[in-house]
């Protein structure tokens, strides 16, 4: 029986899937629990009308990541640590530092998990920072550390 997925099943697959079942399994598990529905023909364009909004939606989200990676490699943002004895940083910067400084300067709200560090920033100076944006899209964001 084909079945289309209305939550997401580890065993069966995503949200919006259409994917073939045993039949008892399906009266007995899926249908119940309505973690599907049957693929009648009602169903199914339905179904073709989610996937197009889907695939239309995932687009313009890709778009969007795109126009953003091109404007923050045009932008920096400036990052204040305080500094210990010998001009040395006392501390620090991670991406949570740098996503709440992108907000405060830029206004641009960045995932802090998305942020691309090697290791934390712990010297005075400029980096180029990459930036997750889509899983196909990343950008480039100048973080200036400078002494507070």
């Known amino acids: 029986m084909k079945v289309i997925l209305l939550q997401d099943e580890k065993k069966l697959g995503k949200k919006g899937d259409l994917v073939e079942v045993n039949d008892g399994y399906a009266r007995n598990y899926v249908l119940p629990k309505k973690i599907g529905v049957e693929a009648t023909a009602a169903n199914m364009n339905d179904y073709k009308l989610h996937k197009a909004n889907e695939a239309?939606?995932?687009k313009e989200q890709l778009e969007?990541?795109?126009?953003?990676?091109?404007?923050?490699?045009?932008?920096?943002?400036t990052v204040k640590i305080k500094a210990g004895t010998g001009g040395r940083s006392f501390g620090s910067v991670a991406g949570k530092e740098i996503a709440a400084a992108a907000k405060?300067?830029?206004?641009?709200?960045?995932?802090?998990k998305k942020?691309?560090?090697?290791e934390p920033l712990k010297n005075f100076g400029?980096?180029?920072v990459t930036v997750k944006l889509h899983p196909?899209?990343?950008g480039k964001l100048n973080v200036k550390v400078v002494e507070e």
């Not at 795109?66 to 943002?77: G, W, Y």
């Not at 405060?104 to 802090?112: A, F, N, P, T, Y």
């Not at 942020?115 to 090697?118: G, S």
């Open 56 to 58: 239309k939606v995932a």
């Open 104 to 112: 405060e300067q830029l206004g641009i709200e960045l995932d802090k």
């Open 136 to 138: 196909q899209v990343s």
């Open 126 to 128: 400029s980096y180029d």
């Open 64 to 77: 969007a990541a795109q126009a953003l990676a091109k404007d923050l490699d045009t932008k920096s943002v």
């Open 115 to 118: 942020i691309v560090l090697a």
